[in-house]
Nanobody, 122 residues
Framework: QVQLVESGGGSVQAGGSLRLSCAAS????????MGWFRQAPGKEREMVAC???????TYADSVKGRFTISKDNAKNTVYLQMNSLKPEETATYYC????????????????WGQGTQVTVSS
């Protein structure tokens, strides 16, 4: 059974950092394309960062240079390091997985975690 469990969310002041984790079970992250997404109240879910084939990474323009996606195949876990956080980045952050990189890039991966809340105060 495929399962994604996010952790690491919390409250932080603007300019602070958080590291989110997405622990996967039921499939090897080494063979899947993984992504982090976020959804703020009243807004659509948006892609934040993806890690695709051969560990190629891509980011939303708004987070480039501040966020880093990585994965640890041995721990079957994907991470999102978030630095210099801004209040407008307050949202629920979700992990997604699919064998298709296109689905992850489109924001429609087959598998989703339950989300972890990130609150950035000014």
């Amino acid at each position: 059974q495929v399962q994604l469990v996010e952790s690491g969310g919390g409250s932080v002041q603007a300019g602070g950092s958080l590291r989110l984790s997405c622990a996967a079970s039921g499939f090897p992250v080494s063979e899947y394309r993984m992504g982090w997404f976020r959804q703020a109240p009243g807004k659509e879910r948006e892609m934040v960062a993806c890690i695709l084939i051969d560990s190629f990474t891509t980011y939303a323009d708004s987070v480039k240079g501040r966020f880093t996606i990585s994965k640890d195949n041995a721990k079957n876990t994907v991470y999102l390091q978030m630095n210099s956080l801004k209040p407008e980045e307050t949202a629920t952050y979700y992990c997604g997985a699919d064998v298709s990189g296109l689905e992850v890039l489109r924001g429609t991966p087959s598998y989703w975690g339950q989300g972890t809340q990130v609150t950035v105060s000014s």
